[in-house]
């Protein structure tokens, strides 16, 4: 009970080792620890401070899940991976979060519900978000985006309610299915840079707050539902001009657009791409 402190000779933290330990509140770590594995500290809900070591390069699944009253995560410069569901509803994680320059891997659901941080940093040369990474963060305002990025996926930022603008950095190739779904905050103009490929399902529905879509690119594939239920897009909405049909109720429900400027050779409008769009 009370603090944990991990001994010198110990390197790695085995297997839902702290499992359910109610009563931890402070743990810190030996500067030989490198590994924390799977579940070792799961559900630790009154666990509010860890003290994490320069040689950490390695935080399992579920690892951290559920430790409900951490209050800050200064995560190690050492640090590789972070696997999936690692920090899953520590909700109490305030301001901040910088995920440092060496983490190359983000596993699924890693942040999600952890719904008090307010900006994400995020490394430089990361090429990849994971399904649902940081879904539910309902107070994340903003994110500062890798250069390196390219991808993307499901739902990575789904209900991040409190998201003010979001840059998409030129190398981004693919956003998957609901990667901003339900991002209800995001206002201004959303740019999308002609590296952009794929814009997938759902991929920013109910953004009802945006003003203005700028396509830089010449073609996109769009998913069904796209932009549906961006309700506040106004204005002309210039379809990118090598687009020769759209997705069914890719803008439906965005009922603030005045013109919409199609491509000369554009194809057959799909009665459902604007549907209730009056």
Partial sequence: TGEIRIPENVSKIEEVTFFCCYNITSLILSSQVTEIERSAFYECSSLTTISFNSNLSTIGESAFSGCSSVRALDLPINLTTIGSNAFYECSSVKGELVLKENVSSIGESAFQYCSSITKLTLPEELSELSNSAFANCNNLREISFGSYLTKINENCFYKCHSLLTVNIPQ??????????????????????????????????????????????????????SAFSNCSSLEGTLTIPEKNKQLSDYCFEFCSKISDIAFPEDFGTINPYAFRSCS
Wanted: aromatic letters at 12%.
């Fill in 171 to 224: 190398n981004v190739t693919t956003i998957e299915d609901g990667a901003f779904d339900d991002c209800i905050g995001m206002t201004g103009t959303l740019v999308l840079p002609n590296t952009t490929k794929t814009i997938g399902n759902c991929c920013f529905r109910n953004c009802n707050s945006l003003k203005k879509i700028e396509f830089k690119g010449d073609y996109y594939e769009f998913g069904q």
